[in-house]
């Protein structure tokens, strides 16, 4: 078990070697990211599943700064990794960078104020046969090709696909990484996360991006 603090937000799924930069102004996960940084503990940001007490909208900037806004149920499934406070400002609020190393599920709730802590269990991959393991890169190869072809008006994403960094990675690592390339419902995305077969994780993936036209 891990314990994780977690830092729901609404459309925000998150995936195991994605960078996630944040811009944090409520009282409460101000706190939760020095306690973070201070105890080693990892932040999962999650999507979320409703909304548990909703906050006034009409806030000022300053109220908004000095009260926390609303409570939501999470996803049950999210991904977690240390924080690195990159800013704080003047005002409080804070630039912070979360980098999930790995995929969690949600186990039991160990703290609930100031803000949440979860005890968490590792949710891995099944296991890929050897045999297995030409068709996922067969299918890592085909959805490159494919970013590459709709990329072929933006040298820069095109050169970046062809390097080393994604040509070299796991078709495991590739299937999270890349939908950090890719805009979608977090709906969509949050169902790519829970999936826990890579096979289909890619299938998936390919299935949405040939439905995209190039412009």
Not at 103 to 114: G, S, V
Not at 132 to 148: D, F, H, P, V
Request: aromatic fraction near 6%; hydrophobic fraction near 35%.
């Amino acid at each position: 078990m891990t314990d994780v603090a977690l830092f729901p937000i609404p459309g925000a799924v998150s995936f195991p070697g994605v960078p996630r930069a944040l811009h944090v102004f409520e009282p409460r996960y101000r706190q939760m990211v020095k306690y973070c940084i201070d105890e080693q503990l990892p932040i999962g940001v999650c999507h979320t599943r409703k909304v548990i007490h909703a906050n006034d909208t009409g806030q000022t900037r300053e109220e908004a700064l000095s009260n926390n806004q609303s409570t939501y149920q999470p996803e049950q499934v999210l991904s977690a990794g240390p924080v690195e406070l990159l800013q704080e400002l003047d005002d409080g609020r804070m630039l912070i960078q979360v980098k999930p190393d790995r995929r969690l599920k949600l186990a039991a709730e160990k703290q609930t104020l100031p803000f949440s802590i979860w005890k968490c269990e590792d949710l891995p991959d099944k296991h890929v046969e050897e045999g297995q393991r030409e068709a996922l890169s067969q299918t890592k190869a085909k959805i490159l090709q494919r970013l590459l072809v709709l990329s072929h008006e933006y040298p820069d994403i095109k050169a970046t696909l062809s390097g080393d960094y994604w040509q070299t990675m796991s078709a495991e690592e590739f299937s999270f990484a890349v939908t950090g390339m890719i805009g979608m419902p977090a709906e969509i995305a949050q169902a790519l996360l829970e999936q826990t077969d890579p096979q289909q994780r890619l299938d998936d993936i390919l299935e949405m991006i040939n439905g995209i036209r190039r412009q």
